[in-house]
């Protein structure tokens, strides 16, 4: 069954420690409400998670927060097609209070720098949000060094656009 265009893809959530779903059909703290994915569903597995003793956290936080429970959700997005689909979700986490990670390629057909597109970063990074270089190893130089200098040259291209 294909879902209805309207709908968001799932954000990727990684989390330390066990996700607290109990066995039984409606008992678990994500178990049904996957099936139907919206924002609103979304503001459902969010709550879930902060009533479950979760932290909802960007990506750099696994690195730099340390989580006292040990019960930590990292919220991160892959742009692959464009950047203004983003915004409603984006919108509703800066409502939510969540910061997310956001991974922006500099690589792939849309350009970050178009005008249009700047103003959506921009505006993410207004509500709080991380911008994250996205990137794909099969679209980068096969000489380990010359990747790794273009991986940093694009970091620092991001990070100077986004002030982060």
Known sequence: MNAPSNRFSLPRVASRG???V???KTQG?????LCRFDIATYRKIVN???GAGYQILPVSA??????PNGKAAYI???VDLFLEGVLPMAEAQHEMRIRATYFVPLTLPFNVMYSENMKIIQQLVAWGHEIGLHYDL???PTDESACIQRLRW???LLGSLTQQ
């Open 138 to 140: 099969r679209q980068y």
């Open 154 to 156: 694009e970091a620092e």
């Open 29 to 33: 703290v994500l178990d049904p409400i």
């Open 18 to 20: 066990r996700l607290p």
């Open 76 to 78: 991160r997005h892959d």
């Open 48 to 50: 879930r998670l902060r």
């Open 62 to 67: 696994m690195r730099d927060t340390p989580n």
């Open 22 to 24: 109990a066995k039984g």
